[in-house]
């Protein structure tokens, strides 16, 4: 059973809009979430987090929000350049002191200039 | 000078034969991952090291072992390769600490094909 989902496997937006990217998760005991970037032919990167007791943490173009009751998060990059085109793995770990990490399926994000 | 590396980057081999995939880190990071990428399943769990005297099971490590030779070395075998474990297998780090998950670098991966 899949405890993290991205349900779009793909997402396209033009240069200078807001690009949101969702995730849902099933698990309540996740208390952080994470969401890591990953460009062709490279490992993924770390982009932004949360912890499941704030509701939005923001970093620079980069934005979290997390609704907890619906079990709900998404990425917010406002504004979308080129250079974020690239696959979006949200992530999250369970409460525990582990530091596993169940990552989702990955949404592509094409930014068109 | 990449912090994690793997080798090989790419590699074709047939069924049966014994696979080595071999990390390295100069991050100094404690904890150690392997991860394989499949298309369409996102990122999964196979071995993880949080020292050297420390291995643990991740979601899929049938068919894998691995071996912790030093802080900076963490290797995956595949003692006899099968088709369905072509994919792109990534190593990645992190170091000690409470609160927040410390971030995991990943290496560049490596592609394995099994014939």
């Known amino acids: 059973d899949q405890q993290v989902k991205q349900n779009s496997p793909s997402l396209s937006v033009q240069e200078g809009r807001i690009s949101i990217l969702n995730c849902d998760y099933t698990?309540?005991?996740?208390?952080?979430f994470l969401w890591y970037k990953k460009y062709p032919a490279e490992g993924p990167t770390f982009l932004i987090s949360?912890?499941?007791?704030?509701d939005k943490n923001e970093d620079g173009r980069f934005t979290v929000f997390l609704n907890k009751s619906a079990k709900h998060l998404s990425l917010h990059i406002v504004p979308s350049q080129p250079g974020d085109s690239a696959v979006y793995f949200c992530?999250?770990?369970?409460?525990?002191?582990?530091?596993?990490?169940?990552f989702g399926k990955g949404t592509k994000l094409t930014v068109n200039p | 000078d990449a912090d994690v590396t793997q080798t090989p980057r790419n590699r074709i081999t047939k069924t049966g034969k014994r696979i080595m995939l071999e990390c390295s880190q100069t991050?100094?990071?404690?904890?150690m991952y392997w991860y394989r990428q499949d298309p369409g399943l996102g990122l999964r769990l196979i071995y993880y090291?949080?020292?050297?005297?420390?291995?643990n099971k991740g979601e899929i490590s049938d068919g894998y072992s691995v071996s912790r030779q030093a802080q900076a070395k963490f290797s995956l075998s595949l003692e006899s390769a099968i088709p369905n474990q072509t994919a792109l297998y990534f190593c990645?780090?992190?170091?000690?600490?409470?609160?927040?998950?410390?971030?995991?670098?990943f290496g560049p991966g490596t592609r394995l094909t099994v014939l």
């Open positions: 949360i912890s499941s007791i704030k």
């Open positions: 990645a780090t992190s170091d000690l600490g409470q609160g927040a998950p410390r971030e995991q670098f």
């Open positions: 992530a999250a770990r369970s409460s525990g002191g582990s530091e596993k990490l169940v």
């Open positions: 090291s949080f020292d050297v005297k420390d291995i």
């Open positions: 991050k100094g990071h404690d904890r």
């Open positions: 698990n309540s005991m996740f208390d952080y």
